[in-house]
């Protein structure tokens, strides 16, 4: 098993030995370096070149965006996971390409979904280097920004005012019009089967004869029925080569 190299990086000391009791449990961490303050992190970064930093934001001197914003012109950028107790952070997080938002105290269901993210970027992270488009969306879940790579999004629909954004369990909603996101997701096979639904291709298991030429998409594990318009059906053939 190849391991997930990673530095800690809070200048609280309970914080850090609370975060790293909790990695312990995902045999693919490897905690390479501790630090406790950003100059610090700084060189860790450095000389240690990590696949993940997981940093809190609120510390004094140089913060976890400084520290952030700082390795963004490095060769290698380890991902970014914001741990902090502030969530007024999030949009700002978001601006420095962080992968998560990880928020005190820690739980075992936010650490498990922030490992999921980081397996996806490590393992999908050649595919997508080159891609005219965002490494991930910051989406809301209940008050907390959540960063979802779009190998993950299996479709968008718009629904009023809002598009929800669906994943293989969850979904998620953002303000973010179908265009914006379409947009967004340029790079990555999504395909618009309908003025509202904008689809992940790579997630289709079923496309179904439906009535007057349209069509009927199935997306895998999920149960919705996502409509084809007529005006896209050629095209979505096309796309799917049949």
Known sequence: MQK????????????????????????????????????RGLEMIMTKEPDVIFVDIEMPQMS?????????NMKKVPLIIFATAYPDFAVKAFRVEA??????PFDDEQLNETMSRIRERLHGSEKTENADSVAKLAVDDNGRFVFLSPNEIFYLFREERETIICTK???????????????????YPFFRTHKSYLVNLNAVEQLIPWFNGAYQLKVVGRKDDIPVSRNYVKALRERLEL
Do not use: C, H, W
């Open 99 to 104: 992968v998560d938002y990880l928020l005190k």
């Open 64 to 72: 976890g965006l400084d520290l952030a914003r700082t390795i963004q």
């Open 4 to 39: 997930i190299r990673t530095v800690i990086i809070d200048d609280e000391p309970f914080s850090r030995d609370e975060l790293k009791f909790l990695l312990e449990r995902f045999p693919e961490i490897e905690v390479v370096a501790e630090a406790d303050s950003g100059e």
């Open 169 to 187: 369990e969850r979904n998620f909603s953002s303000k973010l019009s179908m265009k914006e996101l379409e947009e967004k997701l340029k790079g």
